[in-house]
């Protein structure tokens, strides 16, 4: 019975084997070298992995500027413009080229709100994808929200 089922669990091996021959005869073997294989590929480690911090990597922002210089992009939409400043000013010291590390699902957030896997530095069109997202799920899209971290910058 022990044998029976080693040369079905072999043979079933062998079928499910994607890069094992289905028929196997003397003949396939012996013709069979290794300088015919293909190499498989090297999967070179993604960098993201290696970084592991939580807080934003941004580049400081233009001091002249700050967050005064956006707040008229803000003003644009009918949510609470104070209350957005002091989100943006958490999320990324108003840093539109502000890149988070990798975050827990693997993926970053990007310019001036921190926009979660959408590249966008622009700050007008980040500002205008933060508004849709706002409107969505409302001011705890962002974490410095739910944290009351935002608070310090009212």
Same mark, same amino acid.
């Given at each position: ?10 043979a079933?091996?062998i079928?499910?084997?994607?890069a ?11 013709t ?16 993201? $992995?290696a970084v592991?911090?939580? +807080?934003?990597?941004?580049?400081? #922002?233009?001091q002249?500027?700050g967050?005064n210089? %956006?707040?008229?992009?803000?003003a644009?939409?009918?949510w609470n413009?104070?209350v957005m ?21 693997g993926?970053r957030?990007?310019?001036i709100?921190?926009?979660?896997? $959408?590249?966008?530095?622009?700050? +007008?069109t980040?500002i205008?994808? #933060? ?7 409302? %001011? ?7 944290s009351?971290?935002y608070?310090?910058?009212?």
């Amino acid at each position: 019975m022990k044998i029976l089922i080693t040369v079905l669990l072999s043979a079933a091996l062998i079928w499910l084997t994607p890069a094992a021959p289905r028929h196997i005869n003397k003949q396939s073997v012996r013709t069979v070298s290794l300088k015919s294989a293909k190499p498989i590929p090297a999967v070179p480690a993604k960098p993201e $992995q290696a970084v592991t911090a939580a +807080a934003p990597v941004a580049t400081p #922002a233009p001091q002249a500027q700050g967050c005064n210089a %956006y707040k008229h992009l803000l003003a644009q939409y009918d949510w609470n413009t104070q209350v957005m400043a002091a989100v943006m000013q958490a999320e990324s010291s108003c840093n539109p080229n502000a890149v988070s590390p990798v975050n827990y699902d693997g993926v970053r957030d990007y310019g001036i709100m921190q926009l979660h896997g $959408q590249e966008i530095y622009d700050p +007008a069109t980040n500002i205008a994808h #933060a508004y849709r997202l706002w409107t969505t799920q409302g %001011y705890h899209a962002w974490s410095v929200f739910n944290s009351g971290k935002y608070l310090s910058y009212m």
